[in-house]
C-alpha cells in the first residue's frame, strides 16, 4: 500500500522568511503533484513532476523530485500572506493513474 | 468550457436515507475519480473508473456505489447513510496528468 506523508502538518511563518515543506512516499512513482487548497475550495493544481530531478518554480514557490530518495520538497521564498493555504503532496500509482494524497500542510504566513 | 461540474454544492441527510452525488466533465477524459475529505485530513479515494462501462474500488469504497454508463458523468450513490458518511466529496477527471477537481459536495449525515 502506497503511503504518502507530508511534513511538517502545520506550519506557521512570518512574511519575507524561507520555509520547505517535505513529502515522502513508500513505493516506486516517477509523477508527483503537489495542489493548493483555501479553506472551503477545492483543489488548485500548483506543479506536476514526471521525472527524476524535475524541478518546477512559478513564483515564490519551487517544487522538486527525486524518485531514487522518493522525497519530493515544496520550497517557498520569502512568504506573503496570499500563500497561506493547506497544501497537499499527491503520488500517482496504479493502472488507473491513481493519486495518494499527503494529509497536507497547513501553512499560516505571519505579518 | 466548464470543466468538471458537482452537484448539489451542500446537503444534509438522515441516517439510512440515500442519495446520488453528480458529477459531469465536459474534457472528454477517460479516467474520473471520487474522493471524500473528512475535516483537517487528506483526500481518500473513493471509486474511480478508465471509461465507460469500467469501475473499479479505492481506498474506502465501503457504504458507497458507482456507474459509469458515459464518458461524460459519474454519479456516487450513497445507500443507508450513516453519520461516518459526513464529509466533503470530490469528484476530479484527467486524461493523464494533472487532475482536474470538481468544487466539491459538502454533506452531512445527521
Known amino acids: 500500500e502506497l503511503k504518502v506523508e507530508q511534513n511538517p502538518l502545520f506550519l506557521s511563518m512570518q512574511e519575507g522568511k524561507n520555509y520547505t515543506i517535505y513529502c515522502n512516499y513508500s513505493t516506486t512513482s516517477d509523477r508527483l503533484y503537489w495542489y493548493r487548497q483555501d479553506p472551503g475550495k477545492s483543489l488548485e493544481s500548483l506543479f506536476v513532476?514526471?521525472?527524476?530531478?524535475a524541478v518546477k518554480q512559478e513564483g515564490r514557490l519551487m517544487a522538486s523530485l527525486d524518485t531514487k530518495a522518493r522525497l519530493s520538497t515544496l520550497h517557498i521564498t520569502a512568504a506573503v500572506h496570499d500563500l497561506s493555504a493547506t497544501y497537499f503532496c499527491?503520488?500517482?500509482?496504479?493502472?488507473?493513474?491513481?493519486?495518494?494524497f499527503g494529509s497536507g500542510t497547513q501553512l499560516t504566513v505571519l505579518p | 468550457n466548464a470543466g468538471v461540474t458537482q452537484t448539489p454544492k451542500f446537503r444534509i441527510l438522515k441516517i439510512g436515507q440515500s442519495m446520488t452525488l453528480q458529477c459531469t466533465q465536459d474534457?472528454?477524459?477517460?479516467?474520473m475519480y471520487w474522493y471524500r475529505q473528512d475535516p483537517g485530513m487528506g483526500l481518500k479515494l473513493i471509486y474511480y473508473s478508465v471509461g465507460a462501462g469500467i469501475t473499479d474500488k479505492g481506498e474506502v469504497p465501503n457504504g458507497y456505489n458507482v456507474s459509469r454508463s458515459t464518458t461524460e458523468d459519474f454519479p456516487l450513490r450513497l445507500e443507508l447513510a450513516a453519520p461516518s458518511q459526513t464529509s466533503v466529496y470530490f469528484c476530479?477527471?484527467?486524461?493523464?496528468?494533472?487532475?482536474?477537481f470538481g468544487s466539491g459536495t459538502q454533506l452531512s449525515v445527521l
Open positions: 513532476l514526471l521525472s527524476n530531478g
Open positions: 474534457m472528454n477524459h477517460n479516467y
Open positions: 476530479a477527471s484527467t486524461m493523464g496528468g494533472k487532475l482536474f
Open positions: 499527491a503520488v500517482e500509482a496504479g493502472s488507473a493513474r491513481q493519486l495518494t
